[in-house]
Structure formats: C-alpha cells, structure tokens
C-alpha cells in the first residue's frame, strides 16, 4: 500500500540569471512500512526534499500526497494539525526544548495537540528507548545518545504516518550511530512506520530496505536492497 507520493516536486531559491534548482523534478513512491535511505552529496537537495515532505518547507510547483491527502493543498491550520499527527520528524542536532525533562519533550507535540497522553505508550516507548529512570531529567544532564532518544520518543509519540529523519546519527559516535537506527529500525518493525532517513553514512543506507540518490536536485539511482 502506497503512504507517500511525489509526483514532479521543483523547488527554487532566488531569481533570474541567480536562480538556484535545489530540486529539480523529482517523483517516486513509498510503500507503506518501507524504511527509505536518501543519500547525496552536500547541497545535492536531500534536506530540502525531506523539509518539503514533512510540510515544514513549500514547493515551488509539484505534489506530495500523504496518506491519499495533498498536502499543500491545505491551509496553515490544517497543515500544522498534519505535522503534528501525520509526520514524526527527527533532526541532527535533537531540537530538545531544554526547560523541559524527558517526559515533557516527548509528550510536547500530543499537548500541543490538545490532546491526553496515553500513558501506555509512553511507558512503552521509554520502555523501548531505554529511558527508564530518566523521566525527569533535563537535556543537559543526558548524554547526546540520550538526548537523540529522547528526540525519537518525541517523532512516535503520535504514531504518525512516516518518519522522516534528517541526519539522526549526525553528532553521535559510531557506538550510539549504530544503537539509534537500531531504536530507529525497531520502530519500523514494531510499529509498522513507514521510515524515512537521510544520511550520508553508507552502513546506515545500507540497512534500509531501499535507497536513493540524489544529486544536484534529481535522482540519480532508486535500489531497492530488501523487501
């Protein structure tokens, strides 16, 4: 079953003869449950292309549809509701609101929502992060591998569509790297999340059951490596 389409996505910075491409007609489709690699070369357009998908950047012209739903056909409202539920999104460098213990960063987007906390899953998911016994501590009193869990409890906390991570092992050694797309590849499995990873690190694309590259905003190879 198809979650995620693309269909011709151009996105453009500046104008005239200092017009940028940074991406340039791309379509493809992800099944649903699938874990997705993108890699490139800096400045190739992955970031851009994951910002776009999770409605957090608009195109220039072309479609993203999630779940059947176009998602820039929405308004401002409903395109934050969409955020919210719809997409889980993990950065490089955590994004943790450090006033805020682990509990608090992870329950964030159900609040934002308006909505109670089942407090089921959120035993579950701190269960499942190892996070046990550190509940009630800040940001800064975790260690980076910590905090980078805590910002992956805060992606599946809605049990949203897909996840899309940009970088996720980016500051972390290669001990936590290889721990955190573990964490990350069981939420695929457990879950049945569709996952979406941009990377540069080979062993990481290797893991997933499907990569592709992009580079100067096109795609340039689309493997599918399991199924």
């Not at 996105?11 to 699938?34: H, P």
């Amino acid at each position: 079953m198809e979650i995620l389409k693309v269909r011709d996505l151009v996105k453009t910075y500046g104008k005239g003869d200092n017009i940028v491409r940074a991406l340039d007609g791309v379509s493809f489709s992800v099944e649903k449950g699938q874990f997705l690699a993108i890699v490139g070369p800096s400045g190739s357009g992955k970031s851009t292309l994951l910002h776009i998908l999770g409605g957090v950047d608009t195109p220039t012209s072309g479609k993203v549809y999630m779940d059947g739903q176009d998602v820039f056909a929405k308004n401002e409202e409903q395109l934050a509701i969409f955020r919210r539920r719809q997409v889980g999104l993990i950065y490089q460098f955590y994004n943790l609101i450090p006033v805020l213990n682990v509990t608090e960063n992870i329950t964030l987007p159900v609040l934002m929502d308006g909505r109670k906390v089942d407090k089921d899953r959120l035993r579950e998911l701190i269960e499942t992060l190892g996070l046990q016994g550190r509940e009630k501590h800040l940001p800064n009193q975790l260690s980076g591998g910590q905090q980078q869990r805590v910002s992956i409890g805060r992606a599946l906390i809605n049990a949203p569509a897909v996840v899309l991570a940009d970088e996720p092992t980016g500051n972390l050694d290669s001990k936590n790297s290889q721990e955190i797309v573990e964490l990350l590849k069981l939420s695929n499995k457990k879950y049945g999340q569709t996952l979406i990873v941009i990377t540069h690190d080979e062993r990481i694309a290797l893991q997933a059951d499907r990569v592709i590259t992009i580079e100067d905003g096109k795609i340039t190879k689309d493997e599918v490596l399991r199924k």
